[in-house]
C-alpha cells in the first residue's frame, strides 16, 4: 500500500510563492509517475502537473503553465510543486497522486483515473 503526504501548503499572498512537497512510501517511486490535483470549494478536483516515471515527462495544465514547475527526487521518494505567481484562483486542496503508468506522449495529459494512490491533501489560500 503506498503512502503519500503532503505538506507545505499555507497562506500566501497573491504574487507569492509555495513549494509543496509529497513523500511517498514503497520501492517502485522512480518507476511511478507522479501526479498533483486541485479541488477548489464546489469544484471538481482537477489536474495541475504530472511527472512521468521513467521517461521523466512533464505535463501542466494550461492555468498553471510557466507558473508551476513539477520535480522529483527518486534519492528521497518525493514530488515537489514549486508555485509562482501564485493567483486568488489557485486557492484550493492540493492532492498528490501516484500512477503506475509510465507517459511516452508528451502532449497527452496522463487522464485522473490512471492515479489510484491518493494523499489527504494541502490547503493552499492566496489572498488578493
Known amino acids: 500500500q503506498v503512502q503519500l503526504v503532503e505538506s507545505g501548503g499555507g497562506l500566501v499572498q497573491a504574487g507569492g510563492s509555495l513549494r509543496l512537497s509529497c513523500a511517498a512510501s514503497?520501492?517502485?517511486?522512480?518507476?511511478?509517475?507522479m501526479g498533483w490535483f486541485r479541488q477548489a470549494p464546489g469544484k471538481e478536483r482537477e489536474f495541475v502537473a504530472a511527472?512521468?516515471?521513467?521517461?521523466?515527462?512533464?505535463y501542466y495544465a494550461d492555468s498553471v503553465k510557466g507558473r508551476f514547475t513539477i520535480s522529483r527526487d527518486n534519492a528521497k521518494n518525493s514530488v515537489y510543486l514549486q508555485m509562482n505567481s501564485l493567483k486568488p484562483e489557485d486557492t484550493a486542496v492540493y492532492y498528490c497522486?501516484?500512477?503506475?503508468?509510465?507517459?511516452?506522449?508528451?502532449?497527452?495529459?496522463?487522464?485522473?483515473?490512471?492515479?489510484?494512490?491518493w494523499g489527504q491533501g494541502t490547503q493552499v489560500t492566496v489572498s488578493s
Open positions: 514503497g520501492r517502485t517511486f522512480s518507476r511511478s509517475s
Open positions: 497522486a501516484r500512477s503506475s503508468f509510465v507517459y511516452v506522449d508528451p502532449f497527452i495529459i496522463p487522464p485522473q483515473s490512471d492515479f489510484r494512490s
Open positions: 511527472v512521468s516515471g521513467s521517461t521523466g515527462n512533464t
